[in-house]
């Protein structure tokens, strides 16, 4: 079963606006990661945070872990129109070996 | 670079038919995976292949063979196609031999079963 749940599932900011979508899921993990995809395309590997790490950045976007809570926040500041995507919260459980699961992902629509 | 390289990009089998899709990366990757995307299911496991010789199966297997020919490429059988099987299908590698690392995607292949 899918072990990420995305929240919100849709999110409409303009741009210059911040967006914050959060990821909750159910088991012990190794590794939480975000994805984005573009309407039409692939999946895009944003950020990996490690169980052991509570917070990454990586340019205009901030990552937060809380392993008590099982749950994760993705921060993008600043938006730009070219933001607008699915976000996608992947985790790499402790008993699922190399398999990575995903959730059902953010809309996120940034208008100009 | 090309990546993770998927074919076909579009394709309209009928029901019971049979076909391959075929992914081949140029990384150097010792996983490779194949996920369905559904509209409002997200994406969802198939099968995997930690190194090559090895496969396994996902969250949803049934309906689906896979075989890893080598290092660079895995490829996804349905052998009697269903219309339940309409859907956008990714292949993806990683680097890593141990837990999941960062995934790598193709650009998808969109399979239509009237």
């Known amino acids: 079963s899918q072990q990420g749940e995305e929240d919100p599932q849709a999110l409409s900011i303009q741009e210059g606006e911040n967006a914050t979508m959060n990821c909750s899921y159910k088991?012990?993990?190794?590794?939480l990661q975000w994805y984005r995809q573009n309407s039409g395309r692939g999946l895009v590997h944003l950020i990996l945070?490690?169980?052991?790490?509570r917070e990454k950045h990586s340019g205009r976007l901030r990552v937060t872990l809380d392993t008590s809570k099982k749950s994760s926040s993705l921060l993008i500041t600043a938006s730009r129109a070219a933001d607008t995507a699915s976000y996608f919260c992947?985790?790499?459980?402790?008993?699922?070996?190399?398999?990575?699961?995903f959730g059902k992902g953010t809309s996120l629509l940034v208008t100009p | 670079n090309a990546g993770v390289t998927q074919t076909p990009k579009f394709q309209v089998l009928k029901t019971g038919q049979s076909m391959t899709l075929q992914c081949a990366q140029d990384?150097?990757?010792?996983?490779m995976y194949w996920y369905r995307q559904d509209p409002g299911m997200g994406l969802r496991l198939i099968y995997y292949?930690?190194?090559?010789?090895?496969?396994d199966k996902g969250e949803v297997p049934n309906g689906y063979n896979v075989s890893r020919l080598n290092k660079r490429e895995f490829s996804l059988r349905l052998e009697s196609a269903a219309p339940s099987q309409t859907s956008v299908y990714f292949c993806?590698?990683?680097?890593?031999?141990?837990?999941?690392?960062?995934?790598?995607f193709g650009e998808g292949s969109r399979l239509t079963v009237l």
């Open positions: 993806a590698s990683s680097r890593t031999g141990g837990f999941a690392g960062e995934l790598f």
């Open positions: 088991t012990s993990i190794n590794n």
């Open positions: 945070i490690r169980s052991n790490e």
């Open positions: 992947a985790t790499a459980a402790l008993n699922s070996g190399y398999a990575l699961n």
């Open positions: 990384m150097n990757h010792n996983s």
């Open positions: 292949s930690a190194s090559e010789g090895t496969t």
